[in-house]
Nanobody, 113 residues
Framework: QVQLVESGGGLVQSGGSLRLSCAAS????????MSWYRQAPGKQRELVAT???????VYADSIKGRFGIFRDNGQNTINLQMNNVKPEETAVYYC???????WGQGTQVTVSS
């Protein structure tokens, strides 16, 4: 099991930037594929980005070119850099470890227009 704690959410204006961070416990962090998901009010949770254990990354089409997922194995963190954010991206953002189906508690991102 891996414990996950997200941080960095908050209120940001449309077109602004925000960086989310997910701190993970455990010595095997570097061996894990990690993902960020989000869930907007009244909508299903959706995959935003994945950082695979082989170093490759996958992004949802809606955020390509604007968001970046970065891993810091020394700090056991997986970060999501969000640029040029849009009001429709207001959601709770979650960190996820597919191998253990572990989820963090989520961090709220609110984008004002």
């Amino acid at each position: 099991q891996v414990q996950l704690v997200e941080s960095g959410g908050g209120l940001v204006q449309s077109g602004g930037s925000l960086r989310l961070s997910c701190a993970a416990s455990g010595r095997i962090f570097g061996l894990l594929t990690m993902s960020w998901y989000r869930q907007a009010p009244g909508k299903q949770r959706e995959l935003v980005a994945t950082h695979r254990k082989d170093g490759t990354t996958v992004y949802a089409d809606s955020i390509k070119g604007r968001f970046g997922i970065f891993r810091d194995n020394g700090q056991n963190t997986i970060n999501l850099q969000m640029n040029n954010v849009k009001p429709e991206e207001t959601a709770v953002y979650y960190c996820h470890v597919p191998a253990y189906n572990n989820w963090g508690q989520g961090t709220q991102v609110t984008v004002s227009s």
